[in-house]
């Protein structure tokens, strides 16, 4: 009897589940295409942030913005968000219109994960946050200069 299942070609994107008295909260990763080190710098952020805040279905919550992925929480901007992939697409768009280096660079897909309570998220967030320590980029996570908390998560 065989019993391996077909190989997976890209991410599943299930939608958020809500949950008794517990914010959605997704914890999502894009990166660049062959993983080229082009987002850590000072246009790219200052695009990003631009395009978060007009892409407004969802809020970026927090972020790190590593040389050739980023890192973000993100929470529903309304009351029935448009699908996270569509969301992200869009300020994907947004990024290369505001910085023309960022347009095109991007991995078609994304990488999602729905957080189940206070426990995931501090967690996944210490992941986040310890990146550029590991990867030997600075000494501390205050010092890397392209993170930061942008929306409360309120549990």
Same mark, same amino acid.
């Given at each position: 009897?065989?019993?391996? #299942?077909?190989?997976?070609? /890209? ?24 993983? $080229?080190?082009?987002?850590?710098? *000072? ?24 040389? &050739?992925?980023? =890192?973000? #929480? ?6 029935? %968000?448009?699908?996270?992939? /569509?969301?992200?697409? #869009? ?9 023309? *280096?960022?347009?095109? !660079? ?10 189940? &309570?206070?426990? =995931?998220?501090?967690?996944?967030? /210490? ?5 550029? !320590?590991? $990867?030997?980029?600075? *000494?501390? %996570? ?14």
């Amino acid at each position: 009897m065989d019993t391996s #299942f077909p190989a997976r070609k /890209s991410p599943a994107h299930p939608p958020p589940r809500e949950r008794c008295n517990t914010p959605i909260v997704i914890h999502v990763t894009v990166c660049a295409c062959e993983r $080229r080190a082009i987002f850590n710098n *000072a246009a790219a952020h200052a695009a990003l942030l631009a395009a978060w805040n007009d892409a407004t279905q969802w809020h970026v919550a927090e972020y790190v913005i590593m040389p &050739d992925h980023i =890192h973000l #929480f993100c929470i529903p901007g309304v009351l029935t %968000p448009e699908p996270l992939k /569509s969301w992200v697409g #869009f300020w994907k768009r947004l990024a290369g219109q505001n910085d023309p *280096a960022l347009k095109g !660079v991007w991995q078609r897909q994304m990488w999602d994960t729905q957080i189940r &309570d206070q426990d =995931h998220y501090t967690e996944k967030v /210490s992941y986040m946050r310890m990146n550029p !320590v590991r $990867r030997e980029l600075v *000494a501390t %996570p205050e010092a890397w200069p392209y993170a930061a908390k942008l929306r409360p998560i309120i549990w």
